[in-house]
């Protein structure tokens, strides 16, 4: 839905005043129209939500011509991660918020998985591996939003990681960042 009014009206009331300001009839009556005609297109506001995520991945330039060798491959998708939140600092509010999910964002996941699962990892550990780098990005760009935004930013830093990467390349075996160089 590339181009529907309602997204850029979304997207203009959330990186202007937050997640929590965006409701149904906000974009609505910025375009003309009335909460129940855009219900006809998006269900609620979680939808919307997930069209205002698939409409920043595909803004999101992909490389092409990613790295042959995995680990860089895994670093080139991490630091495309890592720049997401500092173009568009609502994305890490969202996610870590609610199990919303981009299926235009996936080819950034599948990227890294298949990086790790290329260095030999399984796919369970390359999961982790992926894990440890979103938690990562994520309870960075959220500490720093917090410090940026103040009282604005409600949500938690995400949960559940017990290890934080110093770099991307430290879930990559065989890198000199890796706790175990050369495991496979």
């Given at each position: 839905?590339?181009?529907f009014l309602p997204v850029g009206a979304a997207r203009r009331i959330v990186a202007e005043e937050g997640v929590e300001r965006l409701t149904m009839r906000?974009?609505?009556?910025?375009?003309?129209s009335t909460p129940m005609a855009l219900h006809h297109h998006v269900r609620n506001k979680e939808e919307l939500l997930v069209l205002l995520l698939d409409d920043h991945a595909a803004r999101t330039p992909r490389r092409t011509g990613m790295p042959a060798e995995p680990c860089?491959?895994?670093v080139a998708a991490a630091a495309a991660i890592h720049r997401a939140p500092a173009d568009c600092p609502w994305i890490v509010e969202v996610l870590t918020a609610d199990d919303l999910m981009s299926a235009s964002a996936l080819w950034f996941v599948e990227q890294i998985v298949d990086g790790f699962i290329a260095?030999?990892?399984?796919?369970?550990?390359?999961?982790?591996?992926y894990r440890a780098i979103w938690y990562y990005t994520a309870g960075r760009s959220w500490s720093v939003r917090r410090r940026t935004a103040g009282a604005r930013t409600t949500t938690a830093p995400p949960t559940g990681s017990r290890s934080s990467p110093t770099s991307p390349r430290a879930n990559c075996p065989g890198s000199p960042d890796s706790p175990t160089p050369g495991a496979r």
């Open positions: 839905m590339r181009g906000r974009p609505a009556t910025e375009i003309g860089e491959r895994i260095c030999g990892l399984t796919p369970e550990r390359a999961v982790h591996g």
